[in-house]
């Protein structure tokens, strides 16, 4: 490979089936290596070639790390997933990758007839593929971001269809992890949708649950076309006359955050408060403030913020409307515990969570939320283990 080659984009034209199969590995290194196979298999229009192991790390930026590179090929190999065709009907099954073997200092590799004939008939009248850009994948660190990130290209000109929570887990492969979905909420849907947002350029994203009494049975993936609008990234020192002492000062005080000056938009601010009111927009400024990183966009930046926040107080309603309050707790654990019973056992663990000086108010508020619907001792143990409350786990 010439040195000069990965400065070059590498544009796969993606077969719609394979972008939204079920079961599929969830490694973020697996993902970027068969996309960069899959446009190799593209370019040489054949259902095998013979690379160089060095290559393909190269082009994923994870030099020298061979026995991992094995060790995705051979999950790649062993990954039987269905495919859903351009209508949603079942389009079919197979494996990702058909063999893989060493062969002097190259890799043989080869895939499955069905994909290669999807992929070199990418002219077809009848073929319907996604334009994946390689290089924009790589600014992902979050796998379940990269798969998400390639279904809303896939549905960038229609609506994203919705989508069941069953659906969503096979699409993730976590029908095994995450089971309550706040749990799954913050460790899939919350990180992809951060990543994909602090990147896309023509997009913003949001998710609308839709319930079946209680529980969360739907989701629907919402975009909002962004203004390219270059006066909403210059700095806008004047203050707004409309606003607040209090809302001045949060905005003086979020500015002397490097990252925040460089692209904060006065325009986007005007929005936020309009729609979402000055308060959330002030909670907004203080989670930005302690914000590390560089930000591409500050009104996506700040609409992620807010929704984080709308997030936690409709958390916070939930265990409202449950009637849980601190002077009911406190009045409930101070009863003699007899730790032989379940009972006991998780009156003790909420007379220890109230006397730990090392947990917020407001999280053990939902912690004694969560364990006020236990009813089996093994979920004690796994809250225990869940949030690292410093209990002698002996006692289960």
């Known amino acids: 490979m010439k040195k000069n080659e990965l400065k070059n984009e590498i544009i796969l034209h993606k077969p719609n089936e394979i972008i939204e199969t079920l079961n599929r590995p969830v490694s973020i ?3 970027y290596a068969y996309n960069y196979l899959l446009s190799k298999f593209q370019e040489e229009k054949n259902n095998y070639i013979f690379i160089s192991p060095k290559e393909i790390l190269n082009a994923i930026g994870a030099i020298n790390l061979h026995e991992q590179l094995y060790k995705c090929l051979d999950e790649l190999q062993k990954t039987q ?16 990758l058909s063999a893989f073997k060493k062969n002097n ?18 002219d077809s009248k009848n073929s319907y593929y996604t334009t994946i850009k390689l290089l924009e994948e790589k600014a992902f660190k979050c796998s379940y971001s990269f798969i998400f990130y390639e279904i809303f290209k896939k549905y960038e000109g229609v609506n994203i269809p919705i989508y069941t ?9 976590t029908e095994g992890k995450y089971k309550l979905y706040y749990d799954f909420k913050k460790r899939v849907l919350n990180p992809a949708l951060a990543e994909i947002n602090n990147f896309s350029q023509n997009f913003f994203y949001e998710l609308k ?17 962004l203004e390219k609008n270059l006066m909403e990234n210059i700095i806008d020192i004047t203050p707004v006359k409309e ?24 325009r986007a601010v005007r929005k936020a408060v309009q729609q979402f009111g000055e308060e959330r927009v ?37 265990i409202k409307e449950k009637n849980i309050t601190t002077a009911e707790i406190k009045q409930e654990i101070n009863k003699p ?21 090392n947990i917020e108010t407001s999280k053990k508020i939902i912690i004694l939320g969560e364990l006020s619907n236990l009813k089996e001792i093994d979920e004690l143990k796994e809250i225990v283990a869940k949030y690292n409350l410093e209990i002698n786990l002996k006692l289960f």
Request: hydrophobic share 35%; glycine share 2%; charged share 30%.
């Open 165 to 173: 929570m069953e659906e969503i887990r096979q699409l993730t492969e």
């Open 29 to 31: 290194m697996s993902c």
């Open 243 to 266: 606003y607040s002492d209090k809302f001045l000062a949060a905005i003086e005080k979020v500015k002397k955050n490097q990252y925040v000056a460089k692209k904060y938009s006065q």
């Open 209 to 225: 649950e839709i319930y079946l009494g209680k529980k969360v049975v739907k989701i629907s993936f919402i975009k909002h076309k």
């Open 81 to 96: 997933v269905t495919s859903k065709d351009s209508r949603g009907k079942l389009w079919g099954s197979f494996v990702l």
């Open 337 to 357: 515990i007899d730790i032989s019973t379940f009972e006991g056992m998780r009156n003790f663990i909420s007379s220890e969570l109230m006397n730990s000086n």
């Open 105 to 122: 200092d190259k890799l043989y590799i080869e895939i499955p007839q069905l994909i290669a004939n999807r992929l070199y008939n990418n």
């Open 282 to 318: 002030i909670k907004a400024f203080k989670e930005m403030y302690k914000y590390n990183r560089t930000i591409t966009s500050f009104s996506k930046f700040l609409n992620a913020s807010i929704s984080e926040i709308k997030e936690n107080e409709k958390l916070k309603k939930e």
